[in-house]
């Protein structure tokens, strides 16, 4: 009888994740892009110079994360428990 896999994914609360290739940017012009997990209520997401509070839910070994306000959507994969990518692009612990 096999069971079905069940994620874990805690060790993402408490981490804040930077968008390869982001990290060199000019702080005056907004600095990194960045995936912050406070807790399972606040999630920030940056990209440019606005930061939203987004919602996640998991599937797996992915990320959805909505903006109620804007009302977009965003999908990471986790990678290894250790990095997320998002359309080829990696997102890695700070």
Do not use: C
């Not at 930077?18 to 892009?33: C, F, K, M, R, T």
């Not at 606040?42 to 070994?61: M, P, R, Y």
């Not at 903006?67 to 965003?74: A, C, F, N």
């Amino acid at each position: 009888m096999e069971t079905e896999k069940t994620n874990n994914h805690d060790w993402i609360y408490g981490k804040t994740f930077i968008q390869e290739g982001s990290d060199n940017i000019d702080p005056a012009l907004g600095g990194a892009n960045f995936l912050t997990f406070k807790s399972k209520d606040v999630i920030e997401l940056k990209t440019g110079d606005i930061v939203s509070n987004v919602q996640a839910s998991f599937e797996g070994d992915k990320i959805i994360l909505e903006d109620k306000t804007l009302g977009t959507k965003r999908i990471f994969n986790i990678v290894n428990n250790s990095y997320l990518e998002e359309n080829g692009i990696k997102w890695n612990t700070k």
